[in-house]
C-alpha cells in the first residue's frame, strides 16, 4: 500500500498576511496530489499537539510541516515510524522576502513542491544493529596521569575499562615528578603529585584490568565490536608475545608526551650540564638534591633556559604550555635546598595563566630567583667546567654574561602520536622552503612540507584500518579533531585521543581531558548501541547501504571516506564497517555509478527535490539558482539570516545537504539539463584551522569542481555557472551578497541555453 502523506501549512508567523496561503493547499492537493493538507495557526504548543493527534488519527505515514525552521522549534516527539520534514516559510521565506510578491509566493511554492517530492521519495530509517552484542567495555591505552583518570572516571560509571601500559609500571611522566605546581589556593606550594594515590585506586578497582608492560598489537573492527591483541611490549615484533585478546567498544588513547630533541640547541649533548627540564625533575625524585652530571657536585647556580625549541618558527612553533611553571617550580626546589643558591630564569614571555600568576609573584618575590627577559645566545663550558652563559638581555638592551654551575633546558612537548623523525624533516623542509639558496630548492622544500605535514604516527594502537595503523595527526603529530566544534574526536570513530598527547596541557588539565574523553567513550558505546551516528550528526539512525552489485571497484569510496570506514576486499569492492561511519554521504558524493544511499538521503531524493522545482521558462526572466548548502554551517546561516529579516534573492532554492563531499553530480548535471541558470555550492571552510565538519568533505567538492566544469564545458556552457564558497556561520551576514553576486553573473552571462528543452 502506498504511504499516506500529509501536510500542514501554517499561517501564523506573519505567512498568511505575505502569502497566497489557498493557493499553497493547491499545489498540495492538485498539483502534487497529496490526499490530506490542513492549515494550522502554528506547529508549536497546543498546536503542534493537534498536528500530532491529526497525525495519529489520519494514521499518516509522511508529513510535511511547512513553517518555522526545524532548527528553531522545540524538541517534538512524534508518533513512531512517521517520516516528519520542516519547511522553514517563516525563515526562508516569509521573514526575507516582501509580503505579497509574485517571487515571494514563487519560492513558498517551491519549497513546498521540493519537499513533498522529498518526502515521497524518503524511506524509514531503520537503525543499524550487528549480529554481535555492542561491547561497552573502554580500551584505555597509556597509564599516565589521563589514562588513569579516564580508567577511574569510566569504571565508578559502570563501565568496565581493559587499561594497557607500554612501561613496568603506571603513572607516566607524573611519576617521576618530584612535586606539583600548586592547584590549591593560595597557590604558592609545591604539592605532592598524588600519583602513588590515584594508582592504587585504579589498581584497586574491581571492574579496572590492568596490563603493564603491553601494548596493543591490534585492534581490527570498529566501534561496540573492536578486538584487541595485547603484546609484550619491547620485544621483537617478528615474533610477539601474545599477552591477551579481547572485545572494548570503545578506546581512550592516552599515549602522553615526551620532550621534544632540542638537537644541538646551546650545547646541548655536547656539554654534559647542560640537561632537560625533565632529567632535572628525575635527579630530584630520584637522589632529592641537585648535582652536576659532570662532576657530581652539588649545584648552587642554574640557568633556566625557556622555549627550548617551543614558539620558535624553525622548530616546534607552538608553546608547550608547562615548560615555563615547571622552571619556576624546579627555581624553587634548588631555593628550597640551599638559600644561598640562585636560579636564572631566561625567557621571551612567561606564560603562567589563571591562579598559575600567583605562583609566578611567588618566584618573583624571592630574592635568589632572577627573572630576566633575553635572548641567550651562547652557552660554553669554561677552563673551570663552569658554564658561561651569554644572554641578549631585551629589557636592558645589553648583553649579559651568567657563569653558572648547571643550565637546564625547557624542552617542549612532543605528542608520542608523532614520529620524530618525520617531524624533524617536516621542520627542516620548512626552514628551506624560506631560505633555501634557489628557487628549485626551495620548492622542493615546499613539496616535502605539504608531503609531511600530515605525516602518519607510530603505530602506537595498530589499527587494522585501509588507511593506516594510527590516528592521522596534523602537523606536529598531534591527531586531527575539530578543535573548534568537538575537540575529543577523532577521525577514527570511537577512538578518543586525551591528554597531551591531545594537545599540550598540564596535569591539573590532563586530568580534565580525561574526563572529557571517558564520557565520549560511554557515549559512543551507548550510541552505537542504539544503532545511532556520533558526533556530528549525533542521534542519526540512518547509515548508508552499497548496492555492490553494481560496483565497479573504482575504490573511490573507499579512499574519500573521511573517517577510514570503508576496508576492501581483494578486489577492490568495499566493505563498509557501519558502526565507524558518521553519515557524512561523501561516499555517496564520491561514487560514480551513484549506488550509494541513505534510507533518508541518496542521490534519488536530492534529485526528486532538484526536479520538483518549477523554472520558469527563458521568456519569464526569472533566473533560477540552485543551492547545495551543508546542514552544519551554511544552512543554520541561512535561518540566522531569516531570523535577522535580512534580504535574501527570490531567484535562490536551497536544497541542505549532509556535507559538500556528498554532493554527487549527478546533481548538478541535472539542475542545468533542466534548466537551473547556476549552481552555488557552499560548504565549510576547510584546512587544518577550519575544519569541514566531516574533515575534507568540503575540500572535496572544490576538487571535484573541475570535473563539473569539465562537464559543463562539454554541455557549452559557462563554467561561471557553478561556483563554490567556504563559509562559516559567523558569515551570515555575508549570504545575501553571495546569492545576489552569483544572481549578478549570471544575468551577465545570461539564460541557460537548456530552458525549456
Ligand atoms: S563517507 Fe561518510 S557516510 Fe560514507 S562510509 Fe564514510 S563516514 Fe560513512
Ligand atoms: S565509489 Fe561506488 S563504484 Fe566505486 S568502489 Fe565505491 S561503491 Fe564501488
Known amino acids: 500500500m502506498a504511504d499516506k502523506i500529509g501536510v500542514f501549512i501554517c499561517?501564523?508567523?506573519?505567512?498568511?498576511?505575505?502569502?497566497?496561503?489557498?493557493?499553497?493547499v493547491k499545489v498540495v492537493t492538485e498539483e502534487r496530489g497529496v490526499p490530506f493538507c490542513r492549515t494550522v495557526e502554528s506547529c508549536e504548543g497546543s498546536d503542534l499537539a493537534e498536528i500530532i493527534r491529526d497525525i495519529e488519527a489520519e494514521e499518516l505515514d509522511k508529513v510535511v510541516i511547512a513553517g518555522i525552521s526545524?532548527?528553531?522549534?522545540?524538541?517534538?516527539?512524534?508518533?513512531?515510524?512517521?517520516?516528519?520534514?520542516?519547511?522553514a516559510l517563516r525563515e526562508h521565506v516569509v521573514w526575507c522576502q516582501p509580503p505579497g510578491e509574485e517571487d515571494t509566493q514563487m519560492l513558498a511554492e517551491d519549497y513546498l513542491r521540493m519537499y513533498i517530492a522529498k518526502i515521497e521519495k524518503m524511506k524509514p530509517v531503520e537503525p543499524f544493529q550487528p549480529e554481535d552484542e555492542i561491547d561497552r567495555t573502554i580500551l584505555v591505552v597509556g597509564g599516565g596521569v589521563t589514562g588513569l583518570t579516564s580508567a577511574l572516571a569510566a569504571a565508578r560509571t559502570g563501565y568496565e575499562v581493559r587499561l594497557v601500559e607500554q612501561a613496568d609500571r603506571l603513572g607516566g611522566r607524573l611519576a617521576d615528578q618530584y612535586k606539583s605546581v600548586p592547584t590549591r589556593p593560595p597557590y604558592r606550594e609545591l604539592e605532592d603529585t598524588g600519583i602513588e594515590t590515584l594508582i592504587a585506586e585504579v589498581e584497586g578497582h574491581p571492574r579496572i584490568k590492568v596490563y603493564k608492560s603491553a601494548e596493543t598489537g591490534g585492534i581490527t573492527g570498529a566501534p561496540g565490536l573492536f578486538d584487541v591483541t595485547l603484546r609484550a611490549s619491547g620485544r621483537d615484533r617478528s615474533a610477539p608475545e601474545i599477552v591477551d585478546e579481547f572485545r572494548v567498544g570503545a578506546v581512550v588513547q592516552a599515549t602522553g608526551w615526551r620532550p621534544s630533541d632540542p638537537r644541538e640547541h646551546l650545547s646541548y649533548g655536547q656539554v654534559p650540564d647542560v640537561i632537560l627540564n625533565v632529567d632535572l625533575e628525575r635527579m630530584v625524585k630520584e637522589q632529592g638534591r641537585i648535582t652536576r652530571p659532570s662532576d657530581g657536585r652539588s649545584v648552587k647556580s642554574i640557568a633556566f633556559i625557556q622555549c627550548g625549541g617551543s614558539r620558535d618558527p624553525d622548530h616546534h612553533s607552538y608553546c608547550s604550555s608547562i615548560c615555563c611553571l615547571t622552571s619556576l617550580k624546579q627555581a624553587m626546589y634548588l631555593r628550597e635546598s640551599d638559600d644561598q643558591a640562585k636560579a636564572f630564569i631566561f625567557y621571551e614571555f612567561i606564560r603562567t595563566p589563571a591562579q598559575y600568576e600567583d605562583f609566578y609573584r611567588r618566584a618573583q618575590e624571592d630574592p635568589g630567583v632572577f627573572l630576566t627577559r633575553g635572548d641567550v645566545t651562547d652557552v660554553a663550558r669554561d677552563d673551570t667546567g663552569d658554564l658561561m652563559v651569554?644572554?641578549?638581555?631585551?629589557?636592558?638592551?645589553?648583553q649579559i654574561r651568567v657563569k653558572v654551575d648547571l643550565v637546564v633546558l625547557a624542552a617542549g612537548m612532543q605528542p608520542n602520536s608523532a614520529d620524530g623523525e618525520a617531524i624533524r624533516a617536516f621542520e627542516e623542509a620548512k626552514v628551506t622552503a624560506e631560505d633555501g639558496e634557489s628557487e628549485i630548492q626551495r620548492q622542493d622544500a615546499a613539496d616535502k612540507v605539504e608531503k609531511l605535514r600530515h605525516h602518519e604516527g607510530t603505530e602506537i594502537l595498530n589499527l587494522a584500518y585501509r588507511q593506516g595503523p594510527d590516528l592521522p595527526v596534523l602537523e606536529f603529530g598531534f591527531p586531527d579533531s575539530h578543535f573548534i566544534c568537538f575537540p575529543y574526536e577523532s577521525r577514527r570513530t570511537g577512538i578518543y585521543p586525551a591528554g597531551a598527547v591531545r594537545q599540550p596541557m598540564d596535569g591539573v588539565a590532563s586530568r580534565d581531558d580525561a574526563l572529557g574523553a571517558a564520557l565520549k567513550a560511554i557515549q559512543c558505546v551507548e550510541m552505537t548501541a542504539r544503532g545511532e551516528a556520533v558526533?556530528?550528526?549525533?542521534?542519526?539512525?540512518?547509515?548508508?547501504?552499497?548496492?555492490l552489485q553494481r560496483c565497479t571497484q573504482c575504490k573511490r569510496c573507499?579512499?574519500?571516506c573521511p573517517f577510514g570506514v570503508l576496508n576492501e576486499d581483494e578486489k577492490g569492492t568495499p566493505l563498509l564497517e557501519v558502526t565507524r561511519c558518521r553519515r557524512c554521504g561523501v561516499c555517496m558524493g564520491a561514487c560514480p555509478e551513484r549506488i550509494v544511499s541513505f534510507q533518508d538521503y541518496s542521490v534519488e531524493i536530492v534529485a526528486a527535490m532538484i526536479k520538483a522545482v518549477d523554472v520558469p521558462d527563458e521568456f519569464e526572466e526569472k533566473p533560477r539558482i540552485l543551492a547545495l548548502m551543508c546542514e552544519n554551517d551554511a544552512m543554520p546561516a541561512l535561518d540566522l539570516a531569516g531570523r535577522r529579516r535580512l534580504h535574501l534573492n527570490p531567484h535562490v532554492r536551497v536544497v541542505p545537504v549532509r556535507c559538500l563531499g556528498s554532493v554527487n553530480v549527478e546533481w548538478i548535471n541535472q539542475a542545468v539539463s533542466m534548466g537551473f541558470d547556476g549552481v552555488l555550492l557552499i560548504g565549510c571552510k576547510y584546512g587544518d584551522d577550519n575544519q569541514c565538519h566531516f574533515i575534507k568533505g568540503s575540500e572535496l567538492a572544490h576538487s571535484r569542481g573541475d570535473n563539473i566544469r569539465e562537464k559543463l564545458e562539454k554541455m557549452a556552457l559557462e563554467s561561471q555557472r557553478v561556483e563554490l564558497h567556504q563559509f562559516q556561520i559567523s558569515d551570515y551576514e555575508t549570504l545575501p551578497g553571495i546569492f545576489d553576486d552569483f544572481v549578478e553573473v549570471i544575468e551577465e552571462i545570461g539564460m541557460n541555453p537548456f530552458k525549456g528543452m
Open 11 to 24: 499561517t501564523g508567523y506573519g505567512i498568511a498576511e505575505a502569502l497566497d496561503v489557498e493557493a499553497l
Open 70 to 87: 526545524g532548527r528553531c522549534d522545540e524538541v517534538t516527539v512524534f508518533p513512531a515510524n512517521v517520516i516528519v520534514e520542516k519547511v
Open 390 to 398: 651569554s644572554v641578549n638581555d631585551t629589557m636592558l638592551g645589553e
Open 535 to 547: 558526533h556530528p550528526r549525533a542521534g542519526d539512525t540512518s547509515h548508508p547501504d552499497f548496492f
Open 558 to 560: 573507499t579512499e574519500e
